[in-house]
């Protein structure tokens, strides 16, 4: 805990997480590769957790309704006029045809484009063509478009498929209080970028779940841009760095932040740009020449002292780890984030419909939003005007670039998901710090085989 100021009263930090145990269950190739497995998944596990899909701040008004797709569904989520959020499946109840295929958009009522049958945005029938000529009855007031369970977080919208889930809270497990004092539901998007990767989803989470490759795959090469990262003020070891994970089946891994020891030169000077940030939060980088260990407690201070004045009023709610270190979450089964202190760094692999081979894989970025900031936003795909409006783009992959950090992790997706075919390969062999990702298989097969968390 930092020497903050006695009269104020700091957020106490997170407890331990429960430790597990692990089966050891070794990452056979199959299950990046078999069509028979994916159904396994698909039939036992995705129709059976709770799923992020929409945003709730894209859809205000009664009416407005977006749609995603995971795997073979598609999901259609409309504002009500009482302002709740609905979720059902995207198919007309007459002859199977998808009502809407936009992204989003607004209706009173959606028409199917096959025989113009009409269904309320409450999901009721209130108009079919011809409605004498059915010798079941008039199917108005009979039929109802196929609900799900849908409920709402930190400004997202989830949904569930099975009937008899678990309310959204249990199933978040701790996280829904570690999130809830940034007030993430006001933060707005400033990075959405998807792609199709050539790999199965699993081949994305399980590298979101550990930080063995950070060393390798994220080390700097010689160009500028990266030494610049470099000296970003993460302590990467994983000595020094936190894994835990839930009863729930989510994990969580915090990296120190703010912390030049790592990334200070021969001559002790900070790099950038913790120095600019340093500089930011009033701090004069020359002070911490030679003793880069002390920059993490001096920020925090004063972030602490700072930030509500400056527009951060959710700062007094944080810990004080929380005002520097990097907290990376893993939520089961396809969800990864990075939340900082003035950053929500959101990835997500959701599985091909057809092939097991491939993913739709989003990484998009949040961040505060409040009248008193005006200065740019860093994101790991550049800086962002903080005024600008940000559409999703949605591109073959390499077309464009997703990110220097993501574009480092994409490249060695393609060959890992190649070599899953491999006689030579017979399965994991993993290190302490990749238990998360050997858990996120156990509870893959916990789900198939009709264990849940």
Excluded at 30 to 36: A, F, V
Excluded at 217 to 227: F, L, Q, Y
Excluded at 416 to 445: I, K, N, P
Aim: glycine fraction near 8%; charge should be negative.
């Amino acid at each position: 805990m930092s020497n903050s100021d006695p009269g104020q009263q700091v957020p106490p930090e997170f407890p331990a997480w429960p430790k597990q145990s692990l089966r050891g269950h070794k990452l056979e190739g199959h299950r990046y590769t078999s069509r028979e497995f994916m159904h396994l998944e698909w039939d036992h596990m995705w129709t059976r957790v709770w799923l992020l899909l929409g945003r709730e701040d894209e859809m205000p008004a009664p009416g407005d309704w977006q749609q995603e797709e995971v795997g073979a569904e598609s999901i259609l989520m409309v504002r009500q006029s009482g302002g709740d959020i609905k979720a059902f499946y995207n198919v007309c109840q007459h002859r199977g045809q998808r009502l809407v295929s936009a992204a989003r958009g607004h209706t009173n009522r959606f028409v199917c484009p096959y025989h113009s049958w009409a269904w309320t945005r409450e999901g009721e029938l209130d108009f079919v063509q011809d409605a004498d000529d059915f010798p079941q009855g008039n199917p108005c007031g009979k039929l109802r478009l196929a609900e799900l369970k849908c409920e709402t977080f930190a400004g997202f919208i989830w949904v569930n498929m099975d009937p008899d889930c678990v309310p959204l809270r249990e199933f978040l497990g701790p996280i829904w209080d570690e999130w809830e004092p940034y007030g993430l539901a006001s933060w707005k998007r400033y990075v959405a970028l998807s792609t199709t990767a050539p790999c199965n989803w699993k081949v994305v989470l399980d590298n979101f779940n550990e930080s063995y490759h950070v060393n390798t795959v994220h080390r700097p090469r010689g160009a500028a841009v990266e030494k610049l990262r470099a000296d970003s003020g993460i302590d990467t070891n994983y000595k020094t760095t936190r894994f835990d994970m839930a009863d729930t089946g989510h994990s969580r891994m915090i990296m120190r932040g703010g912390y030049a020891g790592p990334a200070i030169d021969e001559e002790g000077i900070i790099g950038e740009p913790l120095a600019s940030v340093l500089r930011e939060w009033g701090l004069d980088p020359e002070d911490f020449r030679g003793r880069g260990e002390d920059t993490r407690e001096a920020l925090q201070q004063a972030r602490r002292k700072l930030g509500p004045t400056m527009g951060y009023d959710y700062f007094d709610r944080l810990t004080d780890t929380q005002l520097t270190d990097a907290y990376h979450y893993t939520l089961f089964p396809n969800f990864a984030v990075s939340v900082w202190v003035d950053g929500f760094h959101f990835l997500r692999a959701r599985p091909h419909p057809t092939d097991p081979e491939k993913c739709l894989f989003d990484n998009w970025w949040y961040a505060p939003d409040s009248p008193q900031l005006t200065e740019p936003v860093r994101t790991t795909s550049g800086v962002v005007d903080r005024k600008a409006t940000v559409e999703h783009e949605l591109f073959e992959l390499g077309e464009k670039s997703m990110g220097l950090t993501i574009d480092q992790d994409l490249s060695v997706f393609p060959g890992q998901q190649r070599a899953m075919h491999s006689r030579g390969y017979s399965g994991s062999y993993l290190a302490g710090q990749e238990s998360r990702t050997q858990r996120l298989h156990e509870l893959v097969d916990d789900y198939i085989e009709g264990r849940r968390p």
